[in-house]
């Protein structure tokens, strides 16, 4: 069972907006950043989101995200069909003195 | 450009020994914390282990400890697995850390290499 709690799936169809939320805890989202990862089938994870808000060179500004409390959330804007894939959200957990991820949200454009 | 390339990944029987590679390439491998992140056949990510710059700290997952080491020299990063279990079965991926200190933001993966423990 995941440190961090994502919703299993989530749908939309094109050009929508979905969110995608991470509940955590005071010994992780609480203390430190939210990073967002997608992993499209078959691939490794790329980074998506870091420092809870911020976009890596090369992501597209569709994608953004945002934290409160304990608590994150990934948004993704105008879905396109190359966004099916599944998203994780990943925090160091203080109490555990290592990285935590989320259990993984599979995102399907209708 | 950034490359990291694991190697190791094979079959093994249960209570049997590994060691996991990850070459890297384009960075200054040095001032990076490096990781490895499992994920299990059709299963989710999980983190394994972080190795600081300087390879002085190392953190596991509570599953792992006493079990496998991680280490690094001037260009690779190592992950060395005793008593492997079945429920180690994933693909194993080496990762780079986005700063120089730790965090879970890493920005370049390998395409990661595939350990199955099976009797």
């Known amino acids: 069972q995941a440190v961090l709690t994502q919703p299993p799936s989530v749908s939309g169809a094109p050009w929508q907006r979905v969110t995608i939320s991470c509940s955590g805890s005071s010994s992780n989202i609480g203390q430190n950043s939210v990073n967002w990862y997608q992993q499209l089938p078959g691939k490794a994870p790329k980074l998506l989101i870091f420092?809870?808000?911020l976009l890596p060179s090369g992501v597209s500004d569709r994608f953004s995200g945002s934290k409160s409390g304990t608590s994150g959330s990934l948004a993704i804007r105008g879905l396109q069909s190359e966004d099916e894939a599944n998203y994780y959200c990943?925090?160091?957990?203080?109490?555990?003195?290592?990285?935590?991820f989320g259990g993984g949200t599979k995102l399907t454009v209708l | 450009e950034v490359q990291l390339v694991e190697s190791g990944g094979t079959l093994v029987r249960p209570g049997e020994s590994l060691r996991l590679s990850c070459g890297s390439s384009g960075f200054t491998f040095s001032s990076y914390p490096m990781s490895w992140v499992r994920q299990a056949p059709g299963q989710g990510l999980q983190w394994v282990s972080t190795i600081s710059t300087g390879g002085g700290d190392m953190y596991y997952v509570d599953s792992v400890k006493g079990r496998f080491t991680i280490s690094r020299d001037k260009y690779m990063l190592y992950l060395q697995m005793h008593s492997l279990r079945a429920e180690d079965t994933a693909v194993y991926y080496c990762?780079?850390?986005?700063?120089?200190?730790?965090?879970?933001?890493?920005?370049?993966w390998g395409p990661g290499t595939l350990v199955t423990v099976s009797s």
């Open positions: 990762a780079k850390g986005y700063f120089n200190d730790l965090s879970a933001s890493l920005d370049y």
């Open positions: 990943a925090v160091w957990d203080d109490s555990v003195s290592g990285l935590v």
């Open positions: 420092y809870d808000n």
